[in-house]
């Protein structure tokens, strides 16, 4: 499967973004998407899941301020981030873990201003 991330950009703190992951075409035997992040001279982070159930989880620093959501023909999945920090800085990548195997997204670069 191939992904598609794009939403990035510059924002000042206490901004909203809205990123997207689309897929190639529609993904079968889906089990779970993800968002992770990697900021410069850091690991890559896990941001949050959502499951075909819709469940969804996330790290506790974006807890309140982050939703994961995706659209109803297994297609893409996004991510609104409100409130965005500077510590919000990084590369966002996205993730989907099928019954055939883990695809990334090449990532999109979020960057937040003091």
């Known amino acids: 499967v191939q992904l598609q991330a794009s939403g990035g950009g510059l924002v000042q703190a206490g901004g909203s973004l809205r990123l997207s992951c689309e897929a190639s075409t529609r993904i079968i035997g889906l089990k779970v998407m993800r968002w992770y992040r990697q900021a410069p001279g850091k690991e890559r982070e896990w941001v949050g899941s959502?499951?075909?159930?819709?469940?969804?989880n996330y790290v506790d620093s974006v807890k309140g301020r982050f939703s994961i959501s995706r659209d109803r023909a297994k297609k893409a999945v996004y991510l609104q981030m409100n409130s965005l920090e500077p510590r919000d800085t990084a590369v966002y990548y996205c993730n989907v873990d099928t019954v055939y195997g883990t695809s990334w997204g090449q990532g999109t670069q979020v960057t937040v201003s003091s």
């Open positions: 959502i499951l075909m159930n819709g469940s969804v």
